[in-house]
């Protein structure tokens, strides 16, 4: 069976860094996603990897290790408006299978 | 404008009832999803179609049905045999690529009355 863990909460101050790791057990592994969701809204699509290594998108990175069943979600510059819930996803024969999300609470 | 639209935002189930939760896209894409979000819980498949008149079972497909007669609608009934159908669905859609992303509706949120 699929099993994909993270942590259900963190909370860091405005300006710093979060890091939110995802570990995974799945066969068939064809990507990992993550993504941001605001309370009571649709969840929208923060980045993507296949490969291991880093990928950079501004504010956010993402961090996976296939060996490892591993990836990491680096939130920097925290604002206010980061207070959301993030999930990661891995995509296994053609379908998405999610994580619980972890929630990240941002204070003044 | 391209997108993903779901309706109504908000539905009521009474005892018995099917219900039907209508997603449309204009966004030209083969595959839709159906997922169902519980509080404080990951997104969880009801059933997918990779292609029109076709679909497939996801994880919780008991009570569920769908259909695919057009390339832009994949509605969900909500049957009588869903004892807890309280909960919020999303419906998303993505280019037949693996390196593509889904892509989410707003949401329905069901409530039993």
């Known amino acids: 069976g699929q099993n994909i863990d993270q942590p259900t909460e963190m909370t860091a101050t405005e300006g710093a860094i979060v890091q939110i790791n995802c570990t995974y057990q799945?066969?068939?592994?064809?990507?990992l996603f993550w993504y941001q969701q605001h309370a009571g809204e649709a969840p929208t699509f923060l980045s993507y990897?296949?490969?291991?290594g880093l990928e950079e998108k501004g504010r956010f990175s993402s961090f996976l290790s296939r060996s490892k069943g591993y990836s990491y979600l680096l939130l920097k510059e925290l604002q206010m408006k980061d207070s959301a819930s993030y999930l990661c996803?891995?995509?296994?024969?053609?379908?998405?299978?999610f994580g619980a999300g972890t929630q990240v609470v941002v204070t003044p | 404008d391209g997108g993903i639209t779901q309706s109504p935002k908000y539905l009521f189930r009474k005892e018995g009832q099917n219900v039907t939760l209508s997603c449309e896209q204009n966004?030209?894409?083969?595959?839709m999803y159906w997922y169902r979000q519980d509080p404080g819980q990951g997104l969880r498949l009801i059933y997918y179609?990779?292609?029109?008149?076709?679909?497939q079972k996801g994880d919780i497909a008991e009570g569920y049905s769908v259909s695919r007669e057009k390339k832009e609608s994949f509605p969900l009934t909500v049957t009588s045999a869903q004892k807890n159908p309280t909960a919020f669905y999303l419906c998303?859609?993505?280019?037949?690529?693996?390196?593509?992303?889904?892509?989410f509706g707003p949401g329905t949120r069901l409530l039993v009355l």
């Open positions: 179609s990779q292609i029109v008149n076709d679909f």
């Open positions: 998303a859609s993505s280019p037949q690529s693996e390196k593509e992303t889904q892509y």
């Open positions: 996803a891995v995509r296994t024969w053609g379908k998405l299978q």
């Open positions: 990897n296949v490969l291991d």
């Open positions: 799945t066969s068939g592994f064809n990507g």
């Open positions: 966004l030209n894409h083969d595959a």
